[in-house]
């Protein structure tokens, strides 16, 4: 099955620039999504169409891909950036199996 | 504004059956394809299974199909998800999700999410 990679845990001090990495064979034909979860909250869109911001969300979230990785960045991160973060996105095989998301990156700011 | 609030979690023992609904509001529920994303406790996000707008195709996780269906009613705004032969492995909170692209027929997403319902199964 498809499978999407992220680093376990990021940790940076506010103010800093954050990147948070998605690997996947798919990417280069497919859109990355990147969503932002704090402890005990449903999840929000952050990111989509691999750099989309939608409205609402803070222009220091940004986002690109290249090649077989997609990369989340949050340029001045600040404390409540502190949270889950996880990319989704699809296989680009000719049999549709769904979507995905991976395995999630915990960002610590402090 | 969006709004999702699904309902129907609860403890039920394995091999046991349940069914959650979502309802929505303040969109055009007929025009978007509905997910259904779960979490189970302390583990990251896992996609369940995606309904298009009209219900025409249905689309599932590996680790639940054949046990889980995902349906529609337009007329009454709501998603569902029929849950069968449930396994410990199947406990988590469960979350409906809007579609970000009206009519999607491809890179389909969830844009807005509902607070989730737990569904612990236990003996």
């Known amino acids: 099955s498809y499978e999407l990679t992220q680093p376990p845990s990021v940790s940076v001090s506010p103010g800093q620039t954050a990147r948070i990495t998605c690997s996947g064979d798919?990417?280069?034909?497919?859109?990355a999504y990147w969503y932002q979860q704090k402890s005990g909250q449903a999840p929000v869109l952050v990111i989509y169409?691999?750099?989309k911001r939608p409205s609402g969300i803070p222009e220091r979230f940004s986002g690109s891909s290249s090649g077989t990785m997609a990369t989340l960045t949050i340029s001045g991160a600040q404390v409540e950036d502190e949270a889950d973060y996880y990319c989704?996105?699809?296989?680009?095989?000719?049999?549709?199996?769904?979507?995905?998301f991976g395995g999630g990156t915990k960002l610590t700011v402090l | 504004q969006v709004q999702l609030v699904e309902s129907g979690g609860g403890v039920v023992q394995p091999g046991g059956s349940l069914r959650l609904s979502c309802a929505a509001s303040?969109?055009?529920?007929?025009?978007?394809?509905m997910h259904w994303v779960r979490q189970a406790p302390g583990k990251g996000l896992e996609w369940v299974a995606f309904i298009r707008y009209d219900g025409s195709n249905k689309y599932y996780a590996d680790s639940v199909k054949g046990r889980f269906t995902i349906s529609r009613d337009n007329s009454k705004n709501t998603l569902y998800l029929q849950m069968n032969s449930l396994r410990a492995e199947d406990t988590a909170v469960y979350y409906c999700a809007k579609d970000g692209i009206p009519h999607c027929g491809g890179d389909c997403y969830p844009n807005y999410w509902g607070q989730g319902t737990l569904v612990t199964v236990s003996s």
């Open positions: 303040g969109f055009t529920f007929s025009s978007y394809g």
């Open positions: 169409e691999d750099s």
């Open positions: 989704y996105s699809t296989d680009s095989s000719g049999n549709h199996r769904g979507w995905v």
């Open positions: 798919a990417l280069p034909k497919k859109y």
